[in-house]
Nanobody
Framework: QVQLVESGGGLVQSGGSLRLSCAAS????????MGWYRQAPGKQRELVAA???????NYADSAKGRFTISRDNAKNTVYLQMNSLKPEDTAVYYC????????????????WGQGTQVTVSS
């Protein structure tokens, strides 16, 4: 019913930048919030940044000052601009959306993208 398609991952040198995109499509009634999580090998998935429909943002301490999350509500798309990347940012980055579908607009559902690899070399 709903798909989240991510793009923009890749390999970058330390200090470089990447921009991730995630587009939500399908039977969407409204989107409450979208965000990015990441999971490094052997570690738990963690929040990187999130943004609500009224553009309120929340960042992990590790992302503050380096990453910027933004959202295009008309396109149901969320972006993550990552600057000054460090090797410790290496992880699979997952898009997340908390949304309502047209067939059941009273319930907020949680959806995940397939993940995109970000590798930062030293």
């Amino acid at each position: 019913q709903v798909q989240l398609v991510e793009s923009g991952g890749g390999l970058v040198q330390s200090g470089g930048s990447l921009r991730l995109s995630c587009a939500a499509s399908g039977n969407i009634f409204s989107i409450n919030a979208m965000g990015w999580y990441r999971q490094a090998p052997g570690k738990q998935r963690e929040l990187v940044a999130a943004i609500t429909s009224d553009a309120s943002t929340n960042y992990a301490d590790s992302a503050k000052g380096r990453f910027t999350i933004s959202r295009d509500n008309a396109k149901n798309t969320v972006y993550l601009q990552m600057n000054s990347l460090k090797p410790e940012d290496t992880a699979v980055y997952y898009c997340n959306a908390k949304l309502r579908v047209r067939s059941d607009p009273l319930r907020v559902r949680n959806y995940w993208g397939q993940g995109t690899q970000v590798t930062v070399s030293s």
